[in-house]
């Protein structure tokens, strides 16, 4: 939501000219590893880090996350220009509601979510005043979690998706720069769209390993055994997804189920095609799909976006 008040204009506009205080809330794999890019960038002034676990906050103590921990969500985001929610979809309209009254006027208010038209419905209502809300999404991530879990190139060379719909914001100018010096590629989008497009290249893709890997633990004990004990490469990246976490995944599909249901719907129609071809042995119906599937693995390889 872009404010129009002089006074934070030109509070935005000396972002651009001199390196922010941030605050990052939640600190597991994005938040830990935001704290250590933007460290090791230098692209912060001072980076306050806040979560609402003691065992969490006490791990990255112990770990010596580049930040200064408090304990107080409220004195976390005195001081900061930039506040980054690096929390669950579903806490996240919480959190600002704890935080939205002690910002600073001008600060930018953004998040990690995976989903961003529930996040914006949440959280828009909660910012008045002189507060810039920009959604983000990094698409860069592990199956672990926790500051332990957290490295500085995570960013690298991933995009860094930004919501707004009006891509000429400062807000946005400033975000994007923070991001770009993180190691990111920065694209703008609306929200609607960013849902869909990850609804089939992300959740969808996460359900269906965490689907999978539930019917092999559900096998009888042999069974199950011995697909643990020879488990394919295909079988074992499904692992690796399954492993996510799993309170932000059910966030995830529970605020994306719209758009999710959409392209679930789609796959089990393309599945039922599959089982027919099978079930008829029509091979040449394989041929054609698996040889079309081999063009977009090929398209993304030519893009750059083959590696994690």
């Known amino acids: 939501m872009l404010k129009t008040h002089n006074s934070s204009i030109e509070i935005i506009s000396e972002m651009n000219e001199k390196l922010p205080n941030i ?12 704290a250590l890019a933007t460290k090791q960038a230098g692209a912060a002034a001072n980076i306050v ?11 990255a103590k112990q770990i010596g996350l580049p930040v200064t921990l ?30 939205i009254s002690h910002l600073k006027s001008g600060a930018i208010l953004t998040d990690t979510g995976s989903t961003k038209r529930s996040v914006m419905d949440d959280i828009n209502p909660l910012v008045t005043g002189d507060i810039f809300f920009v959604p983000g999404h990094p698409l860069a991530g592990t199956e672990f979690s926790g500051p332990s879990a957290g490295f500085p190139s995570l960013f690298k060379n991933h995009y860094w998706l930004l919501i707004s719909e009006n891509k000429t914001n400062r807000a946005i100018s400033v975000m994007t720069g923070f991001c770009e010096k993180l190691g990111a590629m920065v ?7 960013h849902d869909k497009v990850l609804a089939i290249t992300s959740h969808l893709p996460h359900l269906i390993a965490f689907t999978i890997v539930g019917t092999a633990s559900d096998l009888e004990h042999d069974l199950k055994n011995d697909v643990i004990r020879f488990s394919a490469s295909g079988f074992r990246d499904f692992t690796r997804i399954a492993a996510s976490d799993p309170t932000m995944w059910r966030d995830v599909f529970l605020n994306n189920d719209e758009a999710v249901l959409e392209m679930l719907q789609r796959f089990n129609h393309d599945l039922a095609y599959v089982q027919n071809a099978i079930k008829n042995r029509q091979g040449d119906k394989l041929f ?8 977009i693995r090929r398209s993304i390889v030519d893009i750059g976006q083959a590696t994690d």
């Open 23 to 34: 605050a990052i809330i939640g600190l597991g794999l994005i938040g830990s590893s935001i």
């Open 49 to 59: 880090g806040f979560d609402n676990s003691a065992e969490v906050r006490a791990e």
């Open 70 to 99: 408090v304990d107080d969500i409220k004195r976390a985001v005195a001081d900061a220009d930039i506040v980054f929610l690096a929390v669950p979809v579903g806490v996240m309209a919480e959190v600002v509601r704890q935080i």
């Open 187 to 193: 694209e703008v989008m609306d929200a609607d769209y």
């Open 288 to 295: 054609n799909l698996f040889e079309r599937t081999g063009e």
